[in-house]
């Protein structure tokens, strides 16, 4: 039987870290399933799901801890069985719009009042092309109970872009991308 775990990773990056993490795996017949791993500001920040045999868990999870440096962390969460998932529909948004000092707790936060869960979300801040004015975008992959309706879902995002000053684009990932 093969126990899924869940590792997080940060810390200064150097040539070789993920040929270094993944030989650790293979070499305990582990898999690594999926990850998501990028560098910002000269520092590695990753998080890597892996499958691996329970026989060799407690050995794959002393050996990446050898990794461990002052600049290095690692967290290793084991994953347990997942209790039923409640159906969801996958939504992607794209915000572009002026930046402003809490303009992700502001998305954040009108997202879970709506138990909307996000999935993924990449984040980024430049100056405009045509003003001195920084612009904050973000793609957000979401998940909403099949419950929520898409055209209130759709109301109250055009209200939240109303009121952040930003556009907002919502994707169905089924090829309908509706322009808030």
Known sequence: ??????????????????DEMSAMITEQSGNWLESRITKLSGNFAGIIRVSVPSKNHEKLESELKTLESDSFH????????SEANVPVRELSLEIVGPDHPG????????????????????????????????IFS???????????????????????????????????????????
């Open 1 to 18: 039987m093969a126990n899924s775990i869940i590792l997080t990773v940060t810390g200064k990056d150097r040539p070789g870290l993920v």
């Open 103 to 134: 303009i992700v707790q502001d998305i954040a936060h009108a997202l879970a009042a709506k138990k909307i869960g996000i999935n993924e979300m990449l984040t980024d801040c430049n100056d405009g092309a045509m003003s001195s004015e920084r």
């Open 74 to 81: 690692l967290t290793i969460e084991r994953l347990s069985k």
């Open 138 to 180: 973000a793609e957000i992959n979401i998940s909403i109970p099949m419950a929520v309706s898409v055209d209130t879902l759709r109301d109250e995002l055009e209200e939240l872009a109303n009121q952040l000053m930003v556009d907002i684009s919502m994707d169905d990932l089924q090829g309908t991308v509706t322009r808030i």
